[in-house]
């Protein structure tokens, strides 16, 4: 931010800037890597391709929107900072949160996956995890504990957890339809068409069914 804060200081030179696309992002990022390095070692690539194109991107676009239609930026530096810190939190933000999306919908397949094995009748035994515990019981016990839960072992019960679990990506999906549009409202670009639509619910789906048969 400090190099960010001089450069603002000093007026732009007569550069042809360019708009500067994901793909083109990402190549540069791993044209920069050189071999036998430490530097990104331990960043994914493909972190680095999801999260580029909300910080480089905008970046590049601000500075094209100065330049070209003369935002009054330059003239004050502190507010072009500012502006660009909010640009890159969002962008953060949006990148935390689908990472978080993905977390939780493995472990709403892997709740998933417990309850399906269980009604395999292969075994008459399973292993449950209790913290640190690990416990053998009969599977029908297994399953009672897992579907419905229990008063002293409240965390075992799955079918809560999955509910949990979708209450939570719904609403961290519902908020980065907003973050996105946001963000694109601070890139100067139009929201994405068709990004606020909800999928149909079932009982919605039965009702659109029932009226095209009725029209059959």
Excluded at 98 to 103: N, T, Y
């Amino acid at each position: 931010m400090d190099y960010l804060f001089k450069a603002f200081k000093k007026p732009f030179p007569k550069l042809d800037l360019k708009r500067t696309s994901t793909k083109e992002i990402a190549k540069i990022i791993k044209d920069l890597k050189p071999k036998n390095s430490s530097g990104y070692d331990e960043i994914s690539l493909k972190i680095l391709k999801i999260s580029s194109p909300y910080i480089v991107a905008p970046l590049n676009y601000i500075c094209n929107r100065v330049i070209l239609s003369e935002l009054g930026l330059l003239e004050n530096p502190q507010h072009s900072l500012e502006y660009l810190e909010e640009v890159e939190r969002l962008g953060e933000e949006i990148v935390r949160d689908k990472q978080e999306v993905v977390a939780l919908d493995r472990r709403r397949n892997q709740n998933r996956e417990a309850l399906r094995a269980l009604h395999r009748p292969d075994h008459g035994k399973t292993w449950l995890t209790l913290g640190s515990l690990l416990i053998k019981t009969p599977t029908n016990k297994a399953k009672e504990l897992l579907e419905h839960g229990n008063m002293w072992i409240e965390a075992l019960c799955l079918s809560t957890d999955q509910v949990q679990l979708d209450m939570q990506i719904n609403k961290l999906r519902s908020d980065l339809k907003v973050k996105v549009n946001r963000l694109r409202d601070m890139e100067f670009q139009s929201p994405v068409p068709g990004l606020m639509l909800s999928p149909l619910t079932r009982s919605e789906l039965s009702a659109v069914g029932q009226v095209i048969g009725r029209h059959a």
